[in-house]
């Protein structure tokens, strides 16, 4: 069973078109929830971690939000440069191995 | 500062052939973990250390062995590939155990035929 379930797997825009990405988790205890950007042939690049349900996090067109089981990732007027696949991975409390679990992703094109 | 570098970018070895992944990152991070993507799934943990010295497994740890004799080092060792270890695999650091987030590396794209 996965830890993280990310939806939807695929997820296409038009310039200017908002829209949410979601990631829930099934971990019992969360010690931080981590947005990643990956773009083709690079490794993942840090977004955001948030740590409690009803934290906040911005950056340029995102914003990440946290409740008790999800998170969304807020895209608001996007733009083609935003196109990726956005991972989001959990944290557990109490985990000895320091680990991330990681969803699958999803792979937003934004097309002008 | 360079972040975490990995070499090769790209490799094709036969099967059975052995090879070391290399690893460093700059930023004294502590903690140092190697992942694999694989389409469709998500990354996994194959092992990890917590500093100098100290080493443990992933996730998927079998076919991988792992050392870490210095804060910035962490080299992946295949013993003997085979195609299921076809992959892109990724080295990544955090400053600490849990909680932080991971700075990753660009990744060594895998092919064993």
């Known amino acids: 069973e996965d830890q993280v379930t990310q939806s939807p797997e695929a997820l296409r825009l038009q310039e200017g078109e908002s829209s949410s990405l979601n990631c829930s988790y099934t971990?019992?205890?969360?010690?931080?929830l981590f947005w990643y950007r990956q773009d083709p042939g690079k490794g993942p690049e840090f977004l955001f971690t948030l740590y409690s349900a009803g934290e906040e996090k911005e950056k340029e067109r995102l914003k990440a939000t946290l409740t008790k089981k999800e998170s969304f990732l807020h895209i608001t007027a996007p733009k083609p440069e935003d196109s990726a696949t956005y991972l989001c991975a959990v944290s557990e409390r109490g985990s000895t191995l320091g680990r991330l679990y990681f969803g699958r992703g999803t792979q937003l094109t934004v097309w002008p | 500062n360079a972040g975490v570098t990995q070499t090769p970018k790209f490799q094709v070895l036969k099967t059975g052939q052995s090879m070391t992944l290399q690893c460093a990152q700059d930023m004294n991070h502590e903690y140092m973990s190697w992942y694999r993507q694989d389409p469709g799934m998500g990354l996994r943990l194959i092992h990890y250390?917590?500093?100098?010295?100290?080493?443990d497994q992933g996730e998927v740890p079998n076919g991988y062995n792992v050392s870490r004799s210095t804060t910035e080092d962490f080299p992946l060792r295949l013993l003997s590939a085979a195609p299921s270890q076809t992959s892109v695999y990724f080295c990544?650091?955090?400053?600490?155990?849990?909680?932080?987030?991971?700075?990753f590396g660009s990744g060594t794209r895998l092919t064993v035929v």
């Open positions: 250390s917590v500093g100098a010295g100290i080493t």
């Open positions: 971990v019992s205890g969360l010690r931080g």
């Open positions: 990544a650091s955090s400053l600490r155990t849990g909680g932080y987030g991971y700075t």
